[in-house]
Nanobody, 115 residues
């Protein structure tokens, strides 16, 4: 069983930065895709960024150039560096890890952008 635990959310002013972390425990499959998604009330969860085991990244258009996803295989942790945060970025951010067989989610961490 795999458990994902997010941290790093909080309140930040517009234009500010936050770094989210997602620590995995358990047996992570060697070939997988890690990702960050976000969800606001009444809306579907949407993709923010993904990182494959081979190092390939993909970003939603809305965060390109501002957010960076990265990973540390030794620590089994995935990060999301969020810069230049905008009023439209607040949401609950969820960590995800999926492979050919399993799909795991963290519990989410709240990001609030407000002056």
């Amino acid at each position: 069983q795999v458990r994902l635990v997010e941290s790093g959310g909080g309140l930040v002013q517009p234009g500010g930065s936050l770094r989210l972390s997602c620590a995995a425990s358990g047996n992570i499959f060697s070939v997988s895709v890690a990702g960050w998604y976000r969800q606001t009330p009444g809306n579907q969860r949407e993709l923010v960024a993904t990182l494959t085991s081979f190092g390939s990244t993909h970003y939603a258009d809305s965060v390109k150039g501002r957010f960076t996803i990265s990973g540390d295989n030794v620590k089994k942790t995935v990060y999301l560096q969020m810069n230049s945060l905008k009023p439209e970025d607040p949401a609950v951010y969820y960590c995800n890890d999926r492979n050919y067989r399993d799909n795991y989610w963290g519990q989410g961490t709240q990001v609030t952008v407000s002056s």
